[in-house]
């Protein structure tokens, strides 16, 4: 009933945010910049990036880059980041069990879903950064254009970007009137509002606000009982302000937030490998599957039913100051506020097997960037500056397991987890680029990192007692020799009851003291530095075609994660990953722009790539730990296309070939067997993955139709590292509707959308009629393990919809 209302109060409180959009759209005088304007690609514009932390054409920035414009978004129904992934090569999007993004960029990727975990695909907005890949989740509205830089890029923006940066660049404030939005309903009764206005406020001084919001009916169905889940509710807006006080001196604001209330995804059980057979309760072993249907699935009903609410605020100013002729000033300084919750299903099933009863937590971020740089014109194009990031990140975690069956053998119930940490970094940065000739430029560029992180973890009982009774047994049988450990001398006395406090094992030595086997909290701190650094020679053969050379070094900064921990070794931390990039390419612009090719081939030398790897603890056996896979490499080459062959029509396409596999790897399989996973794929990342798009737009008279298709495939990958290389599964153990070898195993798959309507004069009105994955095709995003069950997370089913936008001036 709760469910329901907080339903019906949403869908009020959107109706009336559209109503008010539709009021300001109603009687708006405009006069609309043609960037504000959606209307189809001009015949040889092109996009302007900033890859170079300056506004350059793209077929001039010797990098390897996918840009979309805000324009090509809204044609596509382009409006995540998730959806921005399949149609960018190479680019592979991940929900994780606990709904963290994890994004993988040529194979490059880290999945960990701790707040406090930094990404290998650093997130900009306008190049303010959004440190966690948690707050990425509402960037993709009212943009200008978004850029996708590949490879490591930790010259100019930093470490945690090895795979790469993805830049979203809001749509500017105007320097006349202007107001527009549309609204949308689709499938699942959806309905999206998105709105903007934007002008002069006094002399010298512009503004935008915009604003983008989505209610949706539950879209998930219970196949056991008569239940539904997956409602949709969040909002979100931005203020931009733009002063001019002088002709050298400019201010940027930047104020945005958003709160999303949507219900996490459940995922779907589709195998049983139990950790302790002879006490796995009957009810989790005669589970059905779910059947091959997106929309089906199954989740704890109740107390721990699946729900959300997480809100973010954000305040970034920028300033550029001419302090002299052609020597520009740059400081940008964001502080962000989020505050998380959410109750989670991992299992897939109706039971308490793996569920997240609370998942909370805060991020504070503070983030400062000064620099200068002279102008571009000149030959001799220069950038030098310096970063400072102060973060602090708590989480808790609530996991509830009653029906699991090691809980069964031990006689615990859940547990409860927090991690505070506190984070900085320090950086020195400096680009350079040379014209040696008219048509030949040489490009050098490094960073020097200093990383401080610093954490207090702990795992402790839920409240009932019998997770703390089950450690105190565990303890007191240690320390009088029942149970014997390597390397460690029984005491021969009974510790003390470790009652509400920390419950995990002190069984390290790497801070220099012997391990006690004593319950405590965990306290470590963890070190870095790196240099990181590009060179690279461009070559404009001819005014149309650009050749182009590039290697480079990146860094992602070591991590800890937040941990049901038996021992301290769980949370140990994982060392800085590193990564050598080799990589040449070409762009070909056609006189006019009507045919544009770029390709690209590339290497990486992959060192000490992050993992969730496992450890053998003495008493419960394999758990997850993070880790580092010493040696790996990625080859692969990628190729983009365009072509305006007659008026109004739009094709475009792009492919992308990666081989990656791991070089020197040994760890522990999920049965504990010592398993060498050397020639493993890396997970994520499918060998081949390609999109195509064709858009035509012709006129009657003073309306405008148009029709277009999109498709995107990727062939098939893994979600973990060896598949179940090494696991010898125990009599009973098993039951599953895959084979063994298949259990992580992502089928290649190719989506289908459509769209076709009729415009205006000048794009004043719009009215879209869309299709999202017409075909209903039944694909995978993620399978994963967990205790008992194995479970996998699906793509959206088929959706669709109409969309009237409004743009008057």
């Known amino acids: ?42 015949e040889g514009t ?10 350059q054409r793209i077929t001039d920035v010797g990098l390897t880059i996918t840009a979309y414009s805000g324009n090509t978004l809204k044609t596509q129904q382009i409006d995540s980041l998730a959806e921005i992934a399949q149609i960018v090569p190479g680019l592979s999007y991940t929900p994780s069990q606990t709904a963290t993004p994890v994004y993988t960029l040529r194979g490059v990727g880290f999945y960990e879903s701790s707040l406090a975990n930094y990404p290998t695909t650093s997130v900009y907005v306008d190049q303010v950064p959004l440190p966690f890949p948690v707050l990425t989740t509402h960037a993709a509205y009212d943009l200008e254009r978004v850029e996708v830089l590949k490879g490591p890029q930790g010259t100019l ?5 090895t795979g790469g940066a993805i830049n979203f660049i809001p749509a500017k404030p105007t320097a006349t009137f202007a107001t527009g939005g549309d609204i949308s309903y689709s499938r699942f009764n959806r309905i999206d509002a998105n709105g903007y206005v934007s002008g002069p406020i006094a002399e010298g001084l512009k503004g935008r606000l915009s604003f983008n919001a989505a209610h949706a009916d539950d879209w998930q169905k219970s196949y056991l009982r008569n239940d539904e889940l997956g409602e949709v ?29 949507s219900d996490p995804q459940a995922p779907q059980f589709f195998g049983l490998q139990s950790q302790a057979p002879a006490t796995l309760p009957p009810l989790i072993a005669a589970q059905p599957f779910t059947p091959h249907d997106a929309r089906l699935a199954e989740w704890t009903p109740g107390a721990n039913r699946p729900r959300a609410n997480n809100r973010f605020a954000q305040a970034a100013l920028r300033f550029d100051w001419e302090f002299a002729d052609d020597i520009i000033f740059t400081g940008i300084s964001s502080y962000i506020h989020y505050k998380h919750f959410q109750v989670v299903d991992q299992d897939g099933t109706e039971l308490r097997d793996s569920d997240v009863a609370e998942d909370s937590g805060t991020i504070k971020s503070f983030s400062q960037e000064l620099r200068i740089a002279n102008a571009e ?77 610093r954490a207090v973890q702990c795992t402790f009982d839920n409240g009932d007692g019998t997770f703390a009774r089950a450690i105190d047994t565990v303890v ?33 030595t790497n801070d220099g003291t012997p391990a006690t086997y004593l319950p405590g909290a965990y306290k470590r701190s963890l070190n870095e530095d790196n240099l990181s650094w ?190 179940d290389r090494g696991y010898v ?32 004069e000048n794009d004043q009105w719009r009215v879209t009629v869309f299709g999202k994955n017409v075909f209903d095709k039944y694909y995978i995003l993620n399978t994963y393990k967990d205790f008992d069950t194995v479970n996998r997370l699906t793509g959206m089913p088929a959706t669709y919809g109409v969309t009237v936008s409004f743009n008057f001036r």
Not at 478 to 506: E, K, N, Q
């Open 729 to 760: 599964p125990p009599p009973g153990a098993v039951r599953q509707e895959v084979p063994l070898g298949r259990t992580f195993d992502i089928d290649g798959y190719l989506l289908v959308d459509l769209r076709a309507g009729i415009a205006g």
């Open 233 to 261: 509710e969040y909002y979100a807006g931005r203020l931009l302000l733009d002063w001019t006080p002088s002709d050298r001196l400019t201010l940027n604001l930047n104020v945005n937030a958003w709160q999303d209330k």
């Open 46 to 55: 092109e996009i302007v990036v900033t890859a170079n932390k300056r506004e």
């Open 157 to 161: 923006f930093g470490q945690n970007s």
């Open 377 to 453: 014109s000149s030959s001799l194009r220069w950038v030098l500056g310096a970063n400072y990031e102060r973060s602090t990140v708590n989480e808790y975690a609530r996991y509830d397991f009653p029906d699991e069956s090691t809980s069964a053998l031990f006689g615990f119930t859940g547990d409860q987890n927090t991690s505070d940490q506190k984070l900085r970094n320090y950086a020195l940065f400096g680009n350079a680029e040379y014209d040696i000739s008219p048509g030949l430029t040489i490009k050098a560029g490094a960073r020097y990192t200093k990383a401080k992180r």
């Open 476 to 508: 007191q049988l240690i320390h009088l020799g029942i149970i014997p450990v390597p390397g460690f001398t029984p005491s021969g006395v009974v510790p003390p009851s470790v009652g509400s406090g920390c419950t995990a094992l002190d069984n390290l």
């Open 534 to 723: 590009r060179v690279g020679l461009d070559y404009k053969v001819t005014p149309d075609l650009l050749l182009y050379a590039n290697i480079s070094r990146g860094y992602k900064a070591g991590s800890m994660p937040i941990s049901s921990a038996a021992t301290f070794e769980n949370y140990i931390e994982v060392k800085q990953e590193s990564l050598l990039a080799y990589e040449a390419g070409y762009k070909f612009t056609s006189d006019g722009g009507r045919f544009r090719l770029n390709g690209a081939a590339f290497y990486y030398d992959y060192k000490d790539k992050q993992i969730r790897g496992a450890i053998i603890d003495p008493v419960f056996g394999n758990l997850q730990a993070l880790d580092n896979i010493p040696k790996s490499r990625i080859y692969g080459a990628e190729a983009e296309v365009s072509f305006i062959p007659l008026d109004g029509l739009t094709l475009g396409g792009s492919a992308t070939y990666i081989n990656s596999k791991i070089t020197e790897y040994v760890n522990f399989s999920a049965s504990n067997q010592v398993t060498d996973f050397a020639g493993s794929r890396i997970p994520f990342t499918p060998k081949w993955s390609g999109s195509f798009t064709a858009d035509y737009r012709w006129r009657v008279g003073s309306i405008s139709p148009f029709i277009g298709a999109s498709l995107s495939a990727r062939s098939g990958t893994i979600a973990n590292i060896g598949g």
């Open 1 to 42: 009933m709760t469910h329901r209302l907080r339903s019906k109060k949403a869908t009020s409180k959107l109706l009336v945010l559209l109503g008010a959009s539709y009021a300001s759209l109603a009687h708006g005088q405009t006069t609309a910049t043609p960037a504000d304007v959606p209307t189809a690609e001009v």
